[in-house]
């Protein structure tokens, strides 16, 4: 047992000494304030959460051993448990170079390193010791007492840091059903037990209770996660093989409560211990998921690729790489099966090497290194030869990788290279001189190879050697030349190059040589020239007059001009429209269609209302459609924008006294004529407020606020109150805003002077 778990069930021993009641009562309340999983009554669940301990809130020890996942199910009846009894999640697995993608309706999505379909590669199974594994199962829950309430079982997702189980970590966590049939391997039937509303024993009945139970009559009991009561149907779990065997190690734990203390359970994170005894840890749980050994991958690689006949030094790269993401390795040796022992600097076989072990590799990591060896042999032959890499894993498993390199030992022969250019490579129609630049180049590998060129024709200009060849302006190309090994000969001709646009010219220059030896080498180069279309285009302007108009609005004039940019095409207006107007054709002078010559233009002008808020801008874009000579569609737009400025409101307000206990009357009129305004505040300097019904100062209101006023509209009311000085003067303010909030300035007011004899 490591430190961290020897301090863990320390800490869960001193549990002990919290007495029965303080117990139930922090149960309690975890469970309240744990939230609920959606799931429908009764069907066992799956969440992904943290592990025993952090859903517990507390140290555990786990002694008892009364509920334990005890293995998974042999589904396919063969008396074996193996992979074949488990199902993978149907996603493409390493090395698909599309790992991860689905491939639940079609296998052969997946993709080998060369590309070709890999159906074998769908299912998420462990491809290296630290991979992730996606899977479901058929769980095998053993109960080892009478019966036991909530079960749940938590599998560690993770790398088990702690070599705890599943107490702490990140988990999936699992509770059974409480209703229905689940099947045995042997094929009988068995049920799911839900022993909180049969009153069996504990805290019952609990019918909102959703987690399931276990008793001696359904024991052991089967839970498929693949089946029609299971909610999620996978566990991710870390393709950890702890033991060495070749098999997944999965830790887990399990919980359960006790008659008494089984507790309302309504999802995976109410299924915790009942007390901190009441759970069963094993850290070595197995699966019958094979996680293969690390690798070794080996690549080498030869520079140069081919070595001219009797041979030559050959440098040979060699890489190898620790594939597992997760072990680390010990590289010990490095043998070629032609030069033996790359690693020995004394090895008679090769020139010098940059290889050594033994080598640590760390897990993904990469050591290089290369030899330089001699390649011999004849002509027309290769050499090949294999490096294997031999390493250790953590386990002491022996690993090897190999892989070879091929050197071609080459004839040598003459080669000649043409390389021809043309400039410009594109000519307006209907066409133009071009120059066509023509390189050609002796590559022979034998430095004793000269070539004499003898030859020089053109499949379209004919013999461009030839100064009085009339097909061609004029040509500095002469015959014969000779090209020496490593270097070249150029020149250049110059020709017309003419056609219909939107066409390519195309003619190639053929080159003819020999050798030393008498052998003739003919190559080839082609050059092409563009034979562009003048492009066509148009320009359109929008103005508007006036710019500003007053709300609500008013009549403005809006301009169009359509330039036609072009210099050979006449251009062909079909539609002409405006964002705000629609079709513009009949509006004012415009009509469409209308041909405008090169050069030319076209326009035309229109009125319209353009109406709106004041301190709003409407913006107009007005759009023509056309076609060229060469049946080109062409399109230009322009905008042209009108503010709408703001009217300020205006009102009036007058009073007049009618008592002794004297009414005022208070009218407030709109004196706009262009929108309605609002009354917000009516506010009097000897009584205030006087739209308050509760302002002691006055008798009695029948103004109430805000109010809305029509245009030439007005509001009346009247409010009481008591005069005792004379003359008595008074005043009313009101506050008065537009639909913009704009108040009126200065505000409206009146005063009324009341004398009493």
Same mark, same amino acid.
């Not at 669940?45 to 786990?62: H, K, P, Q, T």
């Not at 009129?669 to 300097?685: C, I, K, Q, R, Y």
């Not at 509209?713 to 009247?718: A, I, L, N, P």
């Given at each position: 047992?490591?430190?961290?778990?020897?301090?863990?069930?320390?800490?869960?021993?001193?549990?002990?000494?919290?007495?029965?009641?303080?117990?139930?009562? @922090?149960?309690?309340?975890?469970?309240?304030?744990?939230?609920?999983?959606?799931?429908?009554?009764?069907?066992?669940?799956?969440?992904?959460?943290?592990?025993?301990?952090?859903?517990?809130?507390?140290?555990?020890? $786990?002694?008892?051993?009364?509920?334990? /996942?005890?293995?998974?199910?042999?589904?396919?009846?063969?008396?074996?448990?193996?992979?074949?009894d488990i199902t993978f999640?149907?996603?493409?697995?390493?090395?698909? @170079?599309?790992?991860?993608?689905?491939?639940?309706?079609?296998?052969?999505?997946?993709?080998?390193?060369?590309?070709?379909?890999?159906?074998q590669l769908c299912g998420d199974r462990c491809a290296y010791p630290g991979d992730t594994t996606s899977f479901s199962a058929t769980f095998e829950f053993l109960l080892s007492a009478q019966e036991r309430f909530d079960v749940g079982a938590y599998f560690e997702t993770s790398f088990d840091v702690a070599g705890d189980g599943a107490l702490s970590g990140s988990c999936s966590i699992i509770t059974l059903p409480e209703t229905g049939i689940f099947t045995r391997p042997d094929g009988s039937a068995g049920n799911y037990v839900d022993l909180d509303t049969s009153c069996k024993g504990g805290s019952c009945p609990q019918p909102e209770d959703e987690c399931g139970d276990i008793d001696n009559e359904n024991n052991p009991i089967y839970y498929d996660m693949r089946g029609p009561k299971a909610v999620a149907d996978t566990i991710t779990a870390v393709c950890l093989d702890t033991d060495a065997d070749g098999f997944l190690n999965l830790p887990n734990c399990t919980s359960w409560r006790q008659s008494g203390a089984n507790n309302v359970c309504?999802?995976?994170?109410?299924a915790f211990p009942g007390s901190p005894s009441k759970c069963n840890c094993d850290p070595n749980f197995q699966l019958p998921i094979e996680v293969p050994a690390a690798t070794l991958d080996v690549v080498k690689t030869a520079t140069p690729t081919a070595v001219d006949e009797p041979g030559g030094m050959v440098k040979f790269d060699v890489s190898?790489? #620790?594939?597992?993401?997760?072990?680390?390795?010990t590289l010990s040796s490095l043998i070629d099966n032609v030069y033996g022992d790359i690693t020995d600097a004394i090895n008679s076989n090769i020139s010098s090497t940059t290889c050594s072990t033994p080598r640590d590799l760390g897990h993904g990591e990469t050591y290089t290194c290369y030899f330089m060896a001699p390649?011999?042999?004849?002509?027309?032959?290769?050499?090949? =030869?294999?490096?294997?890499? +031999?390493?250790?894993?953590?386990?002491?498993?022996?690993?090897?990788?190999?892989?070879?390199?091929?050197?071609?030992?080459? =004839?040598?022969?003459? *080669?000649?290279? @043409?390389?021809?250019?043309?400039?410009?490579?594109? /000519?307006? *129609?209907?066409?133009?001189?071009?120059?066509?630049?023509?390189?050609?180049?002796?590559?022979?590998?034998?430095?004793?190879? +000269?070539?004499?060129?003898?030859?020089?024709?053109?499949?379209?200009?004919?013999?461009?050697? #030839?100064?009085?060849?009339?097909?061609?302006?004029?040509?500095?190309?002469?015959?014969?030349?000779?090209?020496?090994?490593g270097s070249s000969y150029s020149c250049s001709f110059t020709a017309f190059v003419g056609g219909e646009p939107l066409t390519v010219h195309e003619d190639t220059v053929t080159a003819v040589a020999n050798d030393d030896e008498g052998t003739e080498l003919t190559r080839d180069d082609p050059a092409t020239v563009d034979i562009l279309d003048l492009d066509s285009a148009c320009t359109l302007t929008m103005t508007a007059g006036p710019t500003m108009v007053m709300e609500p609005g008013d009549s403005v004039s809006f301009s169009i001009r359509i330039d036609n940019d072009s210099t050979v095409d006449v251009l062909t207006i079909s !539609?002409?429209?405006?964002?705000?107007?629609?079709?513009?054709?009949?509006?004012?002078?415009?009509?469409?269609?209308? =041909?405008?010559?090169?050069?030319?233009?076209?326009s035309c002008t229109f009125t319209a209302d353009v109406t709106g808020l004041g301190g709003t801008t409407h913006s107009y874009t007005a759009t023509a459609m056309g076609v060229d000579d060469d049946g080109f569609n062409r399109m230009c737009s !322009?905008?042209?924008? /009108? =503010?709408?400025?703001?009217?300020?409101?205006?009102?009036?307000?007058?009073?007049?006294?009618?008592?002794?206990?004297?009414?005022?009357? /208070?009218?407030?009129?709109?004196?706009?004529?262009?929108?309605?305004?609002?009354? %917000?505040?009516?506010? %009097?300097?000897?009584f205030g407020d006087i739209a308050d019904g509760a302002n002691l100062s006055i008798q009695s209101t029948t103004c109430e606020l805000p109010q809305t006023i029509a245009i030439d509209?007005?509001?009346? $009311?009247?409010f009481d109150a008591r005069v005792n000085t004379s003359p008595h003067t008074n005043t009313v303010t009101g506050a008065v805003s537009d639909d913009e909030y704009n108040e009126v300035t200065p505000a409206p007011s009146d005063s009324a002077t009341v004398t009493l004899d």
């Open positions: 047992m490591s430190s961290t778990h020897t301090s863990t069930a320390t800490r869960c021993l001193n549990i002990l000494s919290i007495t029965i009641p303080l117990l139930i009562f @922090v149960l309690l309340l975890v469970m309240t304030a744990m939230p609920a999983v959606a799931a429908n009554p009764g069907e066992g669940e799956i969440v992904v959460n943290g592990c025993m301990e952090d859903i517990a809130m507390s140290d555990l020890n $786990c002694t008892a051993n009364d509920v334990s /996942v005890s293995g998974v199910a042999d589904i396919t009846g063969d008396g074996l448990v193996n992979e074949a999640a149907p996603i493409c697995d390493y090395p698909a @170079v599309n790992a991860g993608a689905d491939c639940s309706t079609d296998a052969s999505i997946c993709r080998d390193e060369d590309n070709n379909p890999a159906p309504t999802d995976p994170s109410h190898v790489t #620790n594939k597992s993401p997760f072990e680390d390795l390649v011999n042999g004849q002509g027309g032959t290769s050499h090949m =030869d294999t490096v294997t890499a +031999s390493g250790l894993d953590e386990n002491q498993t022996v690993l090897e990788g190999s892989d070879d390199a091929t050197v071609q030992i080459l =004839d040598v022969t003459p *080669e000649m290279s @043409v390389t021809k250019t043309a400039s410009p490579t594109t /000519v307006n *129609e209907p066409g133009a001189n071009v120059t066509f630049s023509v390189l050609v180049s002796n590559d022979s590998t034998a430095s004793s190879d +000269s070539l004499s060129l003898t030859s020089l024709t053109d499949n379209v200009f004919g013999d461009i050697a #030839n100064s009085s060849n009339i097909d061609i302006i004029s040509t500095d190309c002469s015959v014969p030349q000779t090209i020496v090994y !539609s002409l429209t405006d964002s705000g107007f629609g079709d513009l054709d009949g509006m004012g002078t415009c009509a469409i269609p209308r =041909d405008i010559a090169p050069g030319e233009y076209y !322009s905008s042209a924008k /009108v =503010d709408i400025r703001d009217a300020a409101p205006t009102a009036t307000l007058t009073k007049k006294a009618i008592e002794a206990v004297v009414t005022y009357q /208070v009218k407030v009129t709109n004196t706009s004529t262009v929108e309605a305004v609002t009354l %917000d505040a009516l506010s %009097d300097d000897m509209g007005t509001y009346t $009311c009247t």
